[in-house]
């Protein structure tokens, strides 16, 4: 047996060593949990592998869904009558296709929205081609054929809960800052805050383009929501109601007698040119103006007028 | 010698020596307990977040796969509502949802905020927006690792208390009973270190009464012998004193009585012839003559005999070799018993050696004549390892010595006479095996 204090004090050191390590080792691991799982994008400056444009050579036109129906009935008409042959994207919303414009992604910007002071700074240019009546829309099962404003505002806010006929109210919305939405807060200025409550609350269903909107409103007993893209909505399957006593038709709309109207335009870089130019010259053209009053939408009135 | 402290205690170092041992034990101990839960709580949670992680990811993904799908290449554009969608998924825990396109590059309002982004303490996780095989995007989330280091730090702390209670428990308890023991120890070495003085001490004086008592003995043990072997001179001096002494008597019996009877059956014949001459003469008388001539001739043998029991008178006249060949001769003419006889002894012996053995061969022989219905008798006396060996072996009945003990007093006598020269005697029989005895007689006696 050896004694020495020498020989003693190895396994003390030793087992410190042990000990200090696995600590280290866990300190370090719990320390570092999630380091190495961190995306590139936070650690290396990244750089777009090329242009995002499609790569052909039509007029590619993209922006708000409430532009696309009327856009893609226009650009139907065109490839008939003229050379081109658009093509008119999904919905982007306005500000995406602004972008996607700004991009070189697309030609033709369409927007359910003015332009921002920025964007025009930027030399974007807005050509308004239909004003079309924002909807309050109602599924095809719903007794009600009107609503007031205080109606309105008691049934997104919750505080209505059945239809007259004692149905349940179903209240489907669009996401916070929709051109539909900002039209309705313009006329009815409580309506922002109640939405914005609701939409925190979650106690909605949201929506987040005018096509979701408008399955969702055909397919939900009950359903009410906001809708403005300028499609018949006997067609889509669900109904629109008067408002304060007044139906959205085109009239109305052009008479001003309907409150929610929704302007829809064309956006440029510069002043529109070569297809881009062609395309809103016809969408302008009495053809065009005819054909957006076929679809309830009131085209603007002709220069000169 | 064992190690000592300054103090003059014994030096064990057994406490130092467990706890050299016992110490990389209790550390390891303690940081088993201290890290085991904590790492196994941190692994399954870090497991945890990070399926959480993926799991929202890949919900994400899905949701968004659809818009994707619709719109190719512009989809990133629809950032607000991109970004709005996924940011139904920042649950608790789960700290962002970041979009980025197939360049990794974050969609506008995604991760406008990367430093914050870099500073989040998150396990980041990952699922690919793929449309036709091809990944146009990707969804990370970020899920936060706050609590996770949080409760592993709690549990650690927790658990290290844990494990220093063990250690201070696993060390501090053998220690202290080392310690103990080892005090017990110490006095017990103290106790045996005086033991073993004492022992020295008593060593020292035991040797001494050792020797002294050994001499004594050794004194004793002489004595002893000197005492023996006068006894032993004495026994044979008494011996043929005897013998002497029945020689004597065997002379004066044969010289005097013997004389005297042999002239009295002269006598009484010459008697008995003249009253047979006479006739006419009383029968009765001379029927009473030869009637005593008979009783003379008895007696006359009955002195013989004694003289012979008495004073083996043979020995003195023919020695020790021809006077046992006589005795085994006289056996073969008694009682038809073929008797061998082997004499092998080259020295002069002391007389009463001699009349020993010879008495030994009488009493075994007359012992077969009486008893044994032997058929064969051999006879063996030769000197052998400074003692005169004599063995007489018979193929007769036999018998049980265990049995017959003490009631066979020719046996005991041969013993008594055997011990008295300090020989010794084996007699070895059985029923139906014969007997064999043998004698060893010492010839110192002769000195």
């Given at each position: 047996m050896d004694d020495t204090p020498q020989r003693h004090w190895k396994p003390w050191i030793a087992g410190i060593a042990v000990f200090v390590v696995v600590v280290a080792w866990a300190v370090l691991e719990v320390r570092g949990v999630g380091e190495d799982s961190r995306p590139a994008f936070l650690t290396t400056a990244l750089e777009p592998s090329?242009?995002?444009?499609?790569?052909?050579?039509r007029l590619h036109i993209a922006g708000s869904g409430s532009c696309v129906p009327l856009t893609r009935m226009l650009a139907g008409s065109v490839m008939q009558r003229l050379d081109l042959s658009p093509e008119v994207h999904a919905s982007i919303g306005s500000g995406g296709g602004i972008r996607a414009l700004r991009d070189g992604a697309i030609e033709l910007a369409i927007v359910s929205r003015a332009l921002r002071d920025e964007e025009i700074d930027a030399g974007l240019v807005y050509t308004p081609f239909a004003r079309v009546p924002v909807i309050v829309a109602a599924g095809l099962?719903?007794?009600?054929?009107a609503v007031t404003y205080d109606e309105l505002s008691a049934l997104f806010d919750g505080r209505r809960t059945q239809w007259s006929d004692g149905t349940k109210v179903v209240v489907l919305l669009r996401e916070a800052g929709d051109s539909s939405h900002r039209v309705v807060e313009e006329v009815v200025p409580e309506f922002a805050d109640i939405t914005a409550s609701v939409r925190a609350q979650g106690a909605f269903r949201v929506l987040y383009h005018d096509g979701a909107m408008q399955v969702a409103l055909a397919n939900t007993p009950g359903a009410v929501g906001l809708h403005g893209n300028g499609v018949d909505p006997s067609l889509a399957g669900f109904r629109a109601l008067a408002v304060e006593g007044v139906e959205p038709t085109g009239g109305n709309v052009e008479s001003g007698a309907y409150p929610f109207v929704k302007e829809l335009g064309f956006v440029t870089i510069g002043p529109p040119q070569g297809e881009a130019k062609a395309f809103i010259d016809y969408v302008l053209s009495p053809q065009g103006r005819a054909l957006l009053r076929v679809r309830g939408a009131v085209p603007p009135a002709p220069e000169g007028d | 010698m064992p190690l000592r402290e300054p103090s003059g205690q014994v030096r064990l170092a057994l406490q130092s020596y467990l706890g050299a041992r016992l110490a990389p034990l209790t550390l390891i101990v303690a940081a088993f307990t201290c890290l085991s839960a904590p790492l196994a709580f941190f692994l399954l949670a870090r497991d945890a977040l990070e399926v959480r992680g993926d799991g929202t990811a890949r919900e994400a993904a899905s949701l968004l796969r659809q818009d994707v799908q619709e719109?190719?290449?512009?989809?990133?554009?629809?950032a607000s509502k991109v970004v709005a969608r996924v940011g139904a998924f920042e649950l608790p825990g789960v700290d962002r949802v970041v979009v980025v396109d197939a360049d990794g590059i974050p969609i506008r309002?995604?991760?406008?905020d990367l430093d914050a982004l870099a500073r989040l303490e998150a396990l980041w996780r990952s699922a690919d927006i793929e449309v036709e095989g091809k990944v146009a995007g990707t969804v990370w989330v970020a899920v936060s690792t706050r609590a996770l280091e949080r409760n592993t730090i709690a549990l650690t702390l927790g658990f290290g208390a844990l494990g220093l209670v063990l250690g201070v428990l696993l060390y501090g308890l053998p220690m202290r009973a080392m310690g103990r023991a080892e005090a017990n120890i110490r006095e017990l070495v103290g106790r045996l270190e005086e033991s073993q003085g004492a022992l020295a001490r008593f060593n020292a004086t035991l040797e001494q009464q050792v020797e002294d008592r050994s001499a004594e003995l050794r004194d004793a043990l002489e004595e002893l012998r000197r005492k023996e072997q006068n006894l032993r001179e004495i026994s044979a001096r008494a011996i043929r004193m005897q013998e002497a002494e029945r020689r004597g008597i065997a002379r004066e019996l044969h010289d005097s009585a013997g004389q005297a009877l042999t002239a009295i059956r002269i006598h009484v014949q010459l008697i008995g012839d003249l009253l047979s001459a006479r006739?006419?003469?009383d029968a009765k008388t001379t029927t009473m003559a030869r009637r005593t001539l008979s009783m003379v001739d008895d007696t006359v043998e009955e002195i013989r005999r004694a003289v012979n029991q008495l004073g083996p008178a043979v020995l003195d006249d023919v020695g020790l070799e021809a006077a046992i060949r006589r005795a085994g001769d006289d056996l073969s003419e008694a009682t038809q018993v073929q008797v061998e006889c082997h004499y092998d002894v080259a020295v002069e012996l002391d007389a009463s050696v001699e009349i020993t053995a010879y008495r030994i061969v009488q009493e075994s022989l007359t012992n077969v004549a009486r008893h044994a219905e032997a058929s064969e008798v051999t006879l063996r006396v030769a000197i052998e390892d400074g003692a005169l060996r004599v063995s007489i072996e018979d193929d007769g009945a036999g018998f049980d010595s265990e049995a017959v003990g003490p009631r066979r007093r020719g046996l005991v006598g041969m013993r008594e006479r055997v011990e008295l020269l300090g020989g010794e005697i084996q007699i070895a029989s059985a029923p139906g095996e014969g007997t064999r005895i043998r004698v060893s007689l010492p010839v110192s006696s002769l000195e």
């Open positions: 090329g242009p995002n444009r499609p790569d052909d050579a099962d719903v007794p009600d054929r | 719109r190719p290449l512009l989809w990133k554009y629809d309002g995604s991760a406008d006739e006419g003469d």
